[in-house]
């Protein structure tokens, strides 16, 4: 019997002991509402229990949520409205770019494969060569969308200067990525234009250095994630 209460008043120990550590709180007052305990009381982190966030130095200089890539309709939609006409096989590569078909897959993959790269890149190169080659005869810069800040016609490759070449790369990654470039990456991304301009002045064919600059902006990752 003696063996039994004490393994009794052992079992109510620690549901005292518990008790005993909650604070205690007053009653509340006529006409207000009961106090709530903080949920997050006792977690790991900062002062009142928030947790801080990770160190950007160790999140590849951001924090928060992932990069996601652009859905079938999102890239659609952004290649019309960025090189100024549609990708013509987009809907023939649907289902190979991640579109659900809602008989065997419902949820659309947006998952950056090599699928979706292979097919992304050749879709820029139809669609970039066919824009720049389309603004050769175009003489209002105004009616042009690669070659906007270029005055007047674009086959006099050699007399763009340096400003205009910044100002044309600076105006295509602002269309193309919503952010202008800048810093060790502005003098990188004008060598390659100077490149390809000597190419295309030697093919006769000023509109490819317009096209390699929308075909390297449209299959950076900047374009296609967000």
Request: aromatic share 6%; glycine share 8%.
């Amino acid at each position: 019997m003696r063996r039994f209460v004490a393994l009794a008043l052992l079992a109510l120990a620690p549901a005292c002991s518990s008790n005993d550590e909650q604070p205690v709180r007053p009653p509340p007052e006529e006409g207000t509402l009961d106090p709530i305990p903080n949920p997050h009381e006792g977690e790991e982190g900062g002062e009142g229990g928030v947790i801080p966030l990770p160190d950007p130095e160790e999140q590849g200089g951001s924090v928060g949520r992932a990069p996601r890539r652009l859905t079938v309709a999102q890239l659609k939609t952004s290649i019309q409205t960025t090189v100024g006409r549609p990708w013509d096989e987009l809907e023939t590569l649907a289902p190979s770019l991640g579109r659900a078909d809602y008989a065997n897959i419902v949820t659309e993959n947006t998952e950056p494969n090599l699928v979706f790269a292979k097919f992304m890149e050749d879709g820029a190169r139809k669609v970039c060569l066919d824009q720049a080659a389309a603004e050769l005869t175009q003489t209002d810069p105004n009616a042009r969308v690669l070659s906007r800040t270029v005055p007047g016609a674009i086959k006099d490759m050699k007399a763009l200067s340096d400003a205009q070449v910044e100002e044309l790369l600076v105006y295509l990654s602002t269309r193309f990525w919503g952010a202008p470039l800048a810093g060790e990456e502005l003098p990188k991304w004008k060598g390659l234009f100077n490149k390809a301009s000597a190419r295309a002045v030697t093919l006769k064919k000023p509109d490819q250095a317009f096209a390699v600059m929308c075909i390297a902006m449209m299959t950076d990752a900047r374009f296609i994630t967000y």
